[in-house]
C-alpha cells in the first residue's frame, strides 16, 4: 500500500501561483511514476501533468503546458506541481496518484493509488 497526502491547495487570485506537494509512505517512492489529476464541478477528473519514477520524463496537459512544471524528489518522497498564471478554469480539486512499474501515463487506469486531494480555487 502506498498512502498519498496532498498539500498547498487554496484560493488565489487569477494571475497567481500555487506550488502543490504530494508525499507518499507505505513502499519505495521511486518505483512509482506520479502524475497530477484535476477535477472541476460537474467534470470528469481530467490530467494535468505526470513524471517517470526518475524524474527524467513528464508531461504535461495542452491547458498545463508553459504554466505548470512537475518535479519530484524521491529522497523526500514527494511530488511537487508548481502552478503559474492561474485561471479560473484551473480551479478543481487536484489529486496526485502512483503507479506502479509505469513510465508515466495520463490515463485514469493506469494508476493504482491515489490521494484525497487538495482544493484549488482560483478567483477571476
Known amino acids: 500500500q502506498v498512502q498519498l497526502v496532498e498539500s498547498g491547495g487554496g484560493l488565489v487570485q487569477a494571475g497567481g501561483s500555487l506550488r502543490l506537494s504530494c508525499t507518499a509512505s507505505g513502499r519505495t517512492f521511486s518505483d512509482y511514476a506520479m502524475g497530477w489529476f484535476r477535477q472541476a464541478p460537474g467534470k470528469e477528473r481530467e490530467f494535468v501533468a505526470g513524471?517517470?519514477?526518475?524524474?527524467?520524463?513528464?508531461g504535461y496537459a495542452d491547458s498545463a503546458k508553459g504554466r505548470f512544471t512537475i518535479s519530484r524528489d524521491n529522497a523526500k518522497n514527494t511530488v511537487y506541481l508548481q502552478m503559474h498564471s492561474l485561471i479560473s478554469e484551473d480551479t478543481g480539486v487536484y489529486s496526485c496518484?502512483?503507479?506502479?512499474?509505469?513510465?508515466?501515463?495520463?490515463?485514469?487506469?493506469?494508476?493504482?493509488?491515489w490521494g484525497q486531494g487538495t482544493q484549488v480555487t482560483v478567483s477571476s
Open positions: 513524471i517517470s519514477r526518475s524524474g527524467g520524463r513528464t
Open positions: 496518484a502512483a503507479g506502479l512499474a509505469l513510465l508515466m501515463s495520463t490515463l485514469t487506469g493506469k494508476y493504482d493509488y
